[in-house]
């Protein structure tokens, strides 16, 4: 199957991020052909400055690369790196009725939070259905907010492919169905707006320190601990299987350990689980060269399929 998923870059990658997004992509790699892009012209939509938008970019390149995209498997570009999905952009605009965008969830939320209206934001569901189209994507793999999103792609789709015949290939979505929400250390949803987050790169000290500030019950030491809505205990078994997970519940109720000890174990199951990926990350940030080979590689390889399907896009239209 070919599948595409579209990174936005938006700062530091925390562990709801790897459980949630992240790992499930690096394992999708495995049996389908994957394209994966950095959606640098989709975080235009919400970026303040240069700066930062180019060091989200890269953060998030190198960050991917580490945790296991394996550029041997994976098609891994930088959106603007291939221009070309800007021409299908406008291309699809004509075959997107403006009733459409304006029933947009994403677009009406933003509104609604008090992001400007600007046509970036009001047509970003057109770029994406670019994005999608232009590599004749079968599944796109998305959070329940982007499911809209993929509908209103087979819409654009079918509305050209009526009009002009079968060029484009209509995508369906995948939703991860028994994927958890993680919880931050405040039991909300773990995200980086809540300042409820544990970041995935962090150095051993600091890792702790904010292991340390997980809110739990305050059951005195010598007590047995209730696992059962425990955050700390919701964290940790991410990283453990059925049968470490039942020792954990055994270490919760014979109380002789407190939550201390938990926090501390949590801790190492981080740093355990991330010692391969911090040591990739490293190679990585002191061979940006490579990453840049990279990036530009997989540029090149989604060219090509965009060139293809480009010609027969002008071709079927008139252009
Ligand atoms: P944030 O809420 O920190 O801004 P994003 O919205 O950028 O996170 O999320 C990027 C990806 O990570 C999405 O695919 C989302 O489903 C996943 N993700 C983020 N937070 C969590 C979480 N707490 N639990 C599970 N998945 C998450
Ligand atoms: N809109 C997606 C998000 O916010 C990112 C994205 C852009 C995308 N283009 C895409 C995802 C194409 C999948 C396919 O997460």
Redesign the pocket.
Known sequence: MRVLTG??A??K??????????KPMVKLQEENELFTFIANYHSLTTSKDAKTLKQYTIDAAVDYLSIGIDPTKTTFWVQSHVPEVLELYWILSKFTPMGLLERGHSYKDKVANGISANHALFSYPVLMAADILMLDTQIVP?????IQHVEMTRDIATKFNNEYGDIFVLPEHRVEAD??????IDGR??????DN?IDLFMDEKPLQKRCNKIISSSTPLGEALAWEDDNIYALASLFLDETQKQELQVRYQSGLEGYGHFKKYLKELIWEELGEAREKRAYYLSHMDEVNDILAHGATKASKVAQAKMSKVREAIGL
């Open positions: 990174i936005q938006s700062g990658l925390h562990i709801g991020n790897y459980f949630g997004a992240m998305v959070g329940k907010d982007q994927l958890a929400t993680i919880p931050g949803k773990m995200s980086k707006s809540y987050a």
